[in-house]
Every structure is written in C-alpha cells, then in structure tokens.
C-alpha cells in the first residue's frame, strides 16, 4: 500500500506565502510524474500543477501560474508546492497525487494514489 502524507497547510493573510509538503511512503515514486490538486468547499476537485518524474516538466493552471512553484526531491521522496502572493479563492483543501505514468498533467484519472489534503485558508 502506498501513502502520501501532505503538510505545510495552515492560515495565512492575502499575499503572504507558504510551502506545502507531500512524502511518498515507496521510493519508486521517483519514477512516476506527480501532481498538486485542490478542493474548495462546493466545488470539483481542480488541478493546480504537476511535475515528471525527473522534475524536467512542470505544468501549472492558469490560476496559480507565476505564484507557485513545484519541486521534488526524490533523494527525500518528497514534493513540494511553494506558494506565494496567496489570494482568498487560494482556500482549499491541497491534495497530492502520484501518476500511473512518469509525465502527467491535470486530469484526475491519470493519478492513482493520493493523499489526505491539508487545509490553506488565505485571509483578506
């Protein structure tokens, strides 16, 4: 069984920043592409950006491009999502996700495993 386990979420007032974390329980992670989604009350699942396996290719939504920037670093099994100049409609619950595939991009189906989420709430 594979886990991810998000953190960094938190409370934070418009334009300021914060940087989530998502640790993969299995090392083969490093072949797979991964991927950052969120959730706001109400409203569809909605991808924010992903990255492949090597972190040569990152693709961002509109949304949040030139505000956030995702990494990884296989070494640490980790990902991270570092997000600057927060606005309000950036609350959401955040969820990781690993790819069936070493390139991935915003649909859901291409993901298999997820995360629990952690909750951004951004303050005007």
């Known amino acids: 069984q594979v886990q991810l386990v998000e953190s960094g979420g938190g409370l934070v007032q418009a334009g300021e920043s914060l940087r989530l974390s998502c640790v993969a329980s299995r090392r083969t992670f490093s072949n797979n592409g991964m991927g950052w989604f969120r959730q706001a009350p109400g409203k569809e699942r909605e991808f924010v950006g992903s990255?492949?396996?090597?972190?040569?290719?990152?693709v961002y939504a509109d949304s949040v491009k030139g505000r956030f920037t995702i990494s990884r670093d296989n070494a640490k099994n980790t990902l991270y999502l570092q997000m600057n100049s927060l606005k309000p409609e950036d609350t959401a619950v955040y969820y990781c996700a690993a790819a069936r595939k070493a390139y991935s991009g915003g649909v859901v189906a291409d993901y298999n495993y997820w995360g629990q989420g952690t909750q951004v709430t951004v303050s005007s």
């Open positions: 990255i492949s396996w090597n972190g040569s290719s990152k």
